[in-house]
Antibody, heavy 118, light 110 residues
Framework: QVQLQESGPGLVKPSGTLSLTCAVS?????????WNWVRQPPGKGLEWIGE???????NYNPSLKSRVTISVDKSKNQFSLTLSSVTAADTAVYYC???????????WGQGTLVTVSS | QSALTQPASVSGSPGQSITISCTGT?????????VSWYQHHPGKAPKLMIY???KRPSGVSTRFSGSKSGNTASLAISGLQAEDEADYYC??????????FGGGTKLTVL
């Protein structure tokens, strides 16, 4: 059973950089899947942030592309998210998820709340 | 504002059937059969319930079914049970932004 677990600071200052890591267990990050980040602002719906393949190929949401970087560490079986120049609008629960095929997220982490505040 | 439009809430009594709609555009739901549905109990990981419009992953109850007509996809739940009470999200491939989601629908089992 594949499991994903997000980790990282729960509080980030405005204009700072948000950094999260997703540890994958029960399966290899080098499998034929795409590894994704999704977020949910308080009281709002889900927003796709971006994805990465084991090769390092990435795709990002155009609305966030200028501030987002997703990377993969195959030696640690994990992938990471960095979001720069954050504002209060970036306050959200951040989820990592595996996509087994186009727009199909079959495994998710439990999510981690990141608050942007001074 | 989410890219896909869902009703904020729906409700039904145990044993009844309900339907949740998910309306998109020709850039997503209307053109591609890559619509999925997720069940989310707060504090837990979302769970995939339907993918490719109407396919059920192994282990998901046959009480859950999906369909699509034009720009609108639907999730139907029959024989409502107390444990079905959760938030439900639709998602779709989008030619504009790869993946779009709905705003979520809170299902209340009365």
């Amino acid at each position: 059973q594949v499991q994903l677990q997000e980790s990282g600071p729960g509080l980030v200052k405005p204009s700072g950089t948000l950094s999260l890591t997703c540890a994958v267990s029960g399966g290899s990050i080098s499998s034929t899947n795409w590894w994704n980040w999704v977020r949910q602002p308080p009281g709002k719906g889900l927003e796709w942030i971006g994805e990465i393949y084991q090769s390092g190929t990435t795709n990002y949401n155009p609305s966030l592309k200028s501030r987002v970087t997703i990377s993969v560490d195959k030696s640690k079986n994990q992938f990471s998210l960095t979001l720069s120049s954050v504002t209060a609008a970036d306050t959200a629960v951040y989820y990592c998820a595996r996509a087994s095929q186009v727009a199909v997220f079959d495994y998710w982490g439990q999510g981690t709340l990141v608050t942007v505040s001074s | 504002q989410s890219a896909l439009t869902q009703p904020a809430s729906v409700s039904g009594s145990p044993g009844q059937s309900i339907t949740i709609s998910c309306t998109g555009t020709s850039s997503d739901v209307g053109t591609y059969n890559y619509v999925s549905w997720y069940q989310h109990h707060p504090g837990k990981a979302p769970k995939l319930m339907i993918y490719d419009v109407s396919k059920r992953p192994s282990g998901v109850s046959t009480r859950f079914s999906g369909s699509k007509s034009g720009n609108t996809a639907s999730l139907a739940i029959s024989g409502l049970q107390a444990e079905d009470e959760a938030d439900y999200y639709c998602g779709s491939y989008s030619s504009i932004s790869d993946v779009v989601f709905g705003g979520g629908t809170k299902l209340t089992v009365l």
